[in-house]
């Protein structure tokens, strides 16, 4: 019958570690009995060489060897058959040296020639074996016998039986095999304890599915668009996924460290950790929305998803400002149904020169106020934006101010990341103000944008605290988070290497100040846009 090996990983465990134990505790008995027969059995040819020695100290018994003759009921058979019942020998031999006995258990083999070669004994040395005689297999000793003068005058053999040696033997292999049994029963409880917690911790599979789901993970941790960090329970980075490490500007070096090594401190830190509890948390981190959600996992770490929302908010707040704008066309349509009238009632009067005045003034006014912008700041994103702004803020009932001061001539490297600045002061000061003011300057390669209102002010207590990302005293719209507008200003202008801080402005309000190196180019505008 063919013998299937099981596919489950606690089955192949629990097998393999049952083997091993069976393995090693078959081995250390094999090991432990052979030294045991061995010792066993030295121990006998040293009691039987003991005995031999004794029996051979005996000084009556050479003097019966050498002047008695060879009997069945002589003194040196009687002296011999006494050592023996006294220390349990098998057999005590007493010889000449022609190596004819003199003594012996069977009677019948008396002033017969020895069965096995006395010579070793007869030569002066004593020796030790294992051999077979005429009374079977045993562990035997021989002595030389001499007088008082050291004569050899013959020879003393004495011999243990075998039996009682394998006896011995046998008799510890019952507690030899108790204890293994208690081993082996020992490794199996253990081996099948560690196979039920291997078999919970996965869950049944075998090792081709653990390697399937490894393999199916990999790819689509690597291909999915979200971001995907694990940590374990002492807050390292255990898992680093491709859009992880864009977003948050890490590399695979980043695994095995902790996250306050590998990110700077600030909220992004906080949520990854866990110190801010929520779901779809907001954070700002290299100058992107992200959202994070932290989903614990059972050995105390955790799994931190992170979507990236930038474009998102960007919309958003485009769609703030697309509804500004949408407000001020409508307050720009009234405005202009009330001029047209106004017109229509000149020209019905005949008052023909009051109304063509009428349009010129109002055409070079928006004229004016259009160029002023652009003589002021060269850039037209920038330009469009403080017209739209402009516009918005009237609308409201509010006004907007370019300062006299405003000077942008130079190129702009990246349009977009001032007009991200001066959009978001700009729409918080709409908010809390009625007058606005702003102004551009060029420090050579360094923008200044200053925005000052005439708002509440910001405390001096709160003012690190409004760049944090989440704060806000104003409620959220529908299709976006607050909090982020001036977080963003300040993560955009340490990238550049710059700084935004707020103070406060004379006669009440607030004086936002945002300052980007190297934001500004004095190469012309062609070539910048080469490089872009």
């Known amino acids: 019958m063919r013998i299937h090996w099981p596919r489950r990983v606690f089955a192949q465990v629990l097998l393999t570690q049952v083997t091993i134990t069976t393995g090693v505790i078959t081995l250390v008995t094999g090991l432990f009995l052979a030294p045991l027969s ?15 020695q004794t029996a051979a100290a005996e000084p009556g018994l050479v003097h019966s060897l050498t002047s008695t003759d060879p009997s069945p009921t ?13 220390t349990g020998a098998l057999y005590i031999v007493v010889m000449d ?11 019948a083999q008396i002033s017969r020639h020895v069965s096995t070669d006395p010579s070793t004994a007869l030569g002066g040395r004593e020796i030790m074996q294992i051999d077979d005689g005429t009374l079977g297999r045993s562990a035997r000793a021989k002595v030389p016998l001499r007088d008082r003068d050291g004569t050899i005058v013959g020879a003393v053999s004495v011999g243990i039986a075998y039996d009682s040696v394998h006896e011995r033997l046998l008799g510890a292999i019952p507690g030899l095999l108790l204890y293994s049994g208690a081993a082996l029963a020992a490794g199996v409880l253990a081996a099948l304890a560690v196979s039920r917690r291997l078999q919970r911790s996965t869950h049944g599979l075998a090792f081709a599915d653990i390697s399937a789901l490894l393999d199916e993970r990999e790819a689509m941790l690597h291909s999915i668009r979200e971001a995907v ?8 980075i255990r898992l680093l996924n491709d859009e992880a490490q864009r977003l948050l500007e890490l590399d695979q070096d980043a695994v095995g460290r902790a996250l306050g090594e590998v990110l700077p401190p600030g909220r992004t830190t906080e949520v990854l950790v866990g110190r801010v509890d929520g779901d779809n948390l907001l954070t700002v981190c290299n100058g992107r929305v992200l959202i994070a959600n932290r989903m614990p996992t059972g050995d105390g770490g955790a799994v931190v998803t992170l979507r990236d929302r930038t474009e998102l908010e960007l919309l958003g707040r485009e769609l703030d400002s697309t509804h500004g704008l949408l407000d001020a066309m409508r307050a720009q349509d009234h405005e202009h149904a009330n001029r047209l009238h106004t017109l229509l009632g000149l020209l019905e009067l005949g008052r023909h020169d009051a109304a063509v005045e009428f349009v010129a003034e109002v055409a070079n006014g928006h004229r004016a106020s259009a160029e002023q912008v652009a003589e002021r700041v060269n850039d037209p994103l920038l330009s469009a934006l403080l017209v739209g702004k402009s516009a918005i803020a009237a609308e409201r009932g509010a006004s907007l101010r370019i ?15 001032l007009v991200t600045v001066l959009g978001n002061l700009i729409d918080n000061a709409l908010d809390v103000a ?16 200053r925005v000052s209102d005439n708002g509440p002010g910001v405390p001096p207590g709160m003012r690190e605290q409004i760049f944090t990302e989440g704060w806000s005293t104003k409620e959220s719209p529908a299709h976006r988070g607050r909090g982020l507008g001036l977080a963003l200003v300040r993560r955009l202008a340490e990238r550049y290497g710059g700084a935004a801080r707020v103070t406060a402005r004379a006669g009440g309000g607030a004086v936002f ?3 980007l190196p190297e934001a500004l180019s004095v190469r012309p505008l062609s070539e910048v846009g080469e490089l872009r």
């Open 229 to 236: 960090l694990a940590l374990d329970a002492q807050g390292r």
């Open 434 to 449: 009625s007058l606005i003011e702003v102004e551009l300057l060029a420090e050579g390669t360094t923008a200044v944008l």
């Open 403 to 417: 300062s006299p001061a405003t000077r942008l001539p130079d190129v702009v490297v990246d349009p977009r990341d």
């Open 513 to 515: 100040t945002v300052v």
């Open 74 to 86: 002589g003194p040196v058979q009687a002296e011999a058959e006494r050592i023996r019942r006294a």
């Open 38 to 52: 061995h010792q066993l059995d030295d121990q006998a040819m040293h009691q039987a060489l003991s005995i031999a």
């Open 97 to 107: 040296t022609r190596g004819v006995r003199w003594s012996h258990t069977d009677t």
